[in-house]
């Protein structure tokens, strides 16, 4: 039972650092503000979900599991928030995406192209 | 395991920091920091448990609290016209090549 324990956990706590290395290569590495933010929309909710349940299976006392769901709800619920204000707010500032100023620089030429 | 995954919240930490150094535009910043914020509550959870204290984990629902609060608060302080006009240049910088 207890190595059963240890090897569940062990496996959650795995994926989890796999992908909060990951989502940090992602913010380092993506060309563009919306991409990285897509880096660590997954990191924030699937990285840390991993992690608090691989420490769940560890925690002896309930008063820990308790906390630790606390923490996991607290971590689902701001997550996804505050990706969304923050996309919202970049959009709203004039901050296009990067193939979209291409697409319109292309259009323009075009259009200038084409109406002389 | 649970060293292993402190090590991997800290290589994480790093590439965050860096980012939010280098990063071009404010939004790139913030980002950067929210998910700083984000791993420092992994990593108290994570240390209270190798320690042997899991009453660290007060400090980390604070944490995340307060995260959440000041990346509201900074995202609310960037509707403002003073940072309007940090966006829009470096759009432009980035147009010219």
């Given amino acids: 039972m207890d190595i059963t324990i240890t090897i569940s956990s062990g496996f959650f706590l795995l994926i989890g650092s796999f992908l909060c ?19 660590v929309g997954v990191t924030d909710t699937l990285g840390a979900g ?4 691989g420490l769940m299976i560890l ?12 923490v996991l709800l607290l971590t689902l619920l701001i997550g996804p928030t505050t990706s969304h204000v923050l996309a919202k707010a ?5 901050l296009m995406p990067k193939g979209l100023n291409t697409l319109e620089q292309n ?6 192209s084409s109406n002389p | 395991m649970l060293i292993a995954a402190t090590l991997a919240i800290f290589v994480a930490m790093i590439l965050a920091i860096i980012r939010g150094i280098a990063g071009p535009t404010l939004y790139d910043r913030i980002l950067a920091v929210n998910m700083f914020g984000t791993k420092t509550v ?20 604070v944490y995340a609290l307060i995260n959440f609060i000041s ?27």
């Fill in chain 1, 21 to 39: 290395v990951s989502g940090g290569i992602g913010l380092l590495r993506f060309p563009d503000f919306y991409t990285r933010m897509h880096a």
């Fill in chain 1, 50 to 53: 991993m992690i608090l349940i």
């Fill in chain 1, 59 to 70: 925690s002896t006392d309930f008063l820990v599991f308790a906390k630790l769901v606390m």
């Fill in chain 1, 90 to 94: 970049a959009f709203h500032n004039g």
């Fill in chain 1, 107 to 112: 259009n323009n030429k075009e259009t200038n």
């Fill in chain 2, 42 to 61: 992994l990593l108290i959870s994570l240390l209270g448990f190798i320690m042997g204290r899991p009453e660290f984990l007060d400090i980390a629902i």
């Fill in chain 2, 71 to 97: 990346v509201i608060g900074v995202l609310r302080y960037s509707d403002t016209n003073q940072f309007k006009h940090t966006p829009t240049n470096n759009e432009s910088a980035e147009k010219e090549p």
